[in-house]
């Protein structure tokens, strides 16, 4: 779990609203209202500064899984209204969507282009 060391004003939102950063200078957590209450907030952070898994103020969470390699983001879950996966090639460039909840996949094309070859513009 993240320590909130810092909480600092908002320069464009409300007096009242606050963003709660960690010891490392990260946000971690967005606050409104006198009341204080949670808009966002990060439950676990990678190395590599990515958000594994955020709470909404509405309470849905969204998990992100990355590849270890990579440090790709490979699926985002949240709750039964999001989940798609990702699908990489060797330079890193995405290669295909899955959509879980609606069904579908897309497959996307990478265009190759040489330089000085005017037979492989895009």
Known sequence: MIRPAERRQSPTRRDSDSDVYNEFGYLVEVRYGAEDALAWRAEEI???????E????????????????????????????????????RLGNLTERVDHVAGTKRRLV?????AGRADSLP
């Open 46 to 52: 990678m190395l590599v500064v990515s958000v594994l």
């Open 54 to 89: 955020e709470k909404l103020g509405n309470g849905l969470e969204t998990i992100r899984t990355f590849d270890a390699e990579t440090g790709l983001v490979t699926r985002i879950q949240t709750g039964s209204l999001q989940d798609l996966s990702f699908t990489y090639d």
């Open 110 to 114: 990478t265009t190759v282009w040489t």
